[in-house]
């Protein structure tokens, strides 16, 4: 199959300029970058690529909206509005912005369209419905001398939130950090990442349509060592909200360190799924593949080390060979495709490395390993047989390379499943109820989930252990996080 061989859908571009308190900018310096399909190596946008100067701006933008404009006085049901109606164009521009993603960096456009922006819509529904029930807590406290005293907790805005964003799931990580912060009324600035920094522009056009005002979304679009590490840095952000590489997390965390701002990182996993003898296999199947295979491997909560029991060990293996081998590698435009591209060579060759070392470090490889290159960026789905000091089983590959490892008792699994730096999530599959609480409550993880695979849902907190990253986003916790907690303590004469 060739890209030559499909229809593309017409869709439009956004403006690739920097979005400053609702204005269309370029940078200061006239700074861009080129943003290319990987699937043709076509160029798709010539990208404004802000500076420090246009940081600032943005930062400013934000800051002004949050002391003298309407967004944080706005009621709680105002806002919630405003986001609900952000939700609905979301949704209706569903295959614009899947298109943006797909042609950026290579997700299939039917996992976007059906997938990632849906789910970004609901992001922002459901905090649209938390904007007016921020509340604290009140209880009457002991006297205090000769007064009485009574105390109430208040949960007010934070001010301006940075979200830095990474290349996989564009749209929806954006939705995840903003959805939350400006429901509780905060200002937020987006740094995209340059794989896939068109549908962030095209979110907040839409956001524009939805009545948020100006300078409650900024978007600066850059590099992420000038762009990214100056929002970091700045000090006029109240909170830094980060997902992506360890190696940049460390740095965003000691730029933080220094201000005490609040922080959240995300710093990707190298989840277990673990696979017990008593697990339905023909259900599970579609799951442990799918956590392996889906958008090619590059996702944060990917399940890539398979700890499967002895006794089950060959049919998981024959269930994910299969998996790979009815895999459609091809255009992510195209009905066919079951897997897209690889979001760049860089990428693509780090995927192939690992897979070098899996062969040299005594892997057996079962099935798939480096692929001809040809125009696109195309990754073959690879199924490793292989122990838990490898390589391919210690490293976030962040590509389709599974590694199947045994076990033979349960505690040997969880010894296994948490020898790991890292600490985002794991997979259990069990029918037996016992071992699947005793199982959960010993991962070293901050999401399991049992019998299947999925996305994060807003309704419930997201975020890792360990070498996995720091604070929670979604959920109650990660609204939370976008407030900061007021103590009133009140003293009154007794009548
Ligand atoms: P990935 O390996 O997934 O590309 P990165 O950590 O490099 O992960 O990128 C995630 C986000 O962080 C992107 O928006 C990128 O531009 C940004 N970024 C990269 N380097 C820095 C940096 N030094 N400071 C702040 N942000 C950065």
Not at 335 to 350: E, F, H, P, W, Y
Request: one cysteine or more; glycine letters at 12%; hydrophobic letters at 40%.
């Amino acid at each position: 199959m060739t890209t030559a061989d499909i229809t593309r859908p017409v869709f439009d571009l956004p403006e690739p300029l920097l979005r400053i308190g609702g204005a269309r900018v370029g940078a200061a310096d006239g700074a861009t970058y080129t943003s290319t399909d990987p699937a043709t190596g076509e160029v798709v946008a010539e990208i404004a690529a802000a500076g420090q100067e246009d940081v600032d701006a943005a930062v400013r933008s934000a800051r002004h909206q949050f002391e003298h404009g309407e967004w944080s006085r706005t009621s709680g049901p105002e806002r919630g509005k405003a986001l609900t109606r952000l939700a609905a164009l979301i949704e209706a521009d569903a295959e614009t912005l899947a298109a943006l993603e797909a042609v950026e960096m290579g997700k299939l456009y039917r996992d976007s369209v059906g997938g990632d922006i849906p789910c970004a819509a609901e992001a922002f529904r459901h905090f649209a419905g938390w904007a007016d029930k921020i509340s604290g807590s009140a209880m009457s406290l002991p006297n205090f001398g000769p007064q009485q005293r009574f105390g109430y907790t208040v949960r007010q805005p934070l001010g301006v939130v940075a979200a830095i964003t990474p290349w996989n799931n564009p749209a929806l990580i954006a939705a995840w950090k903003l959805a939350p912060a400006l429901a509780a009324g905060n200002t937020a600035v987006v740094k995209p990442a340059e794989d896939a920094s068109l549908s962030t522009l095209r979110l907040a056009e839409l956001a524009s349509e939805a009545g948020i005002p100006d300078g409650v979304l900024n978007v600066v679009t850059g590099l992420g060592p000038v762009a990214g590490a100056a929002l970091a840095g700045h000090g006029g952000v109240d909170k830094v909200s980060f997902t992506g590489s360890p190696t940049v997390g460390q740095s965003i965390r000691s730029f933080a360190g220094e201000s005490f701002r609040k922080l959240v990182l995300e710093l990707g996993g190298k989840a277990p799924q673990l696979i017990f003898e008593d697990a339905d296999l023909e259900a599970a199947m579609p799951w442990i593949s799918m956590g392996n295979f889906y958008h090619q491997g590059q996702v944060c909560a990917a399940g890539t080390r398979v700890l499967a029991h002895e006794s089950v060990i060959d049919q998981v293996v024959d269930g994910l060979v299969a998996a790979a081998e009815s895999a459609v590698v091809g255009d992510p435009f195209d009905d066919r495709s079951t897997m897209g591209t690889i979001v760049n060579a860089k990428q693509l060759d780090r995927i192939d490395g690992y897979i070098d070392s899996g062969i040299s470090e005594g892997a057996q490889l079962i099935c798939g390993g480096k692929r001809e290159r040809g125009a696109g960026f195309y990754a073959q789905p690879t199924v490793f047989r292989g122990t838990n000091d490898l390589t391919i089983a210690r490293d976030e590959i962040f590509g389709p390379v599974a590694t199947v490892i045994g076990f033979r008792t349960t505690e040997e699994a969880v010894r296994i499943a948490n020898d790991t730096r890292y600490g985002l999530n794991a997979m259990v599959y069990s029918q037996n109820i016992s071992r699947v609480h005793s199982v959960v409550e010993k991962l070293r993880v901050g999401t399991v989930w049992v019998n299947g695979w999925g996305v994060p849902d807003p309704a419930l907190p997201w975020g890792g252990r360990a070498g996995s990253g720091i604070g929670r986003e979604l959920g109650r916790s990660g609204l939370d996080g976008d407030t900061e907690e007021k103590t009133v303590h009140i003293g009154f004469d007794s009548m």
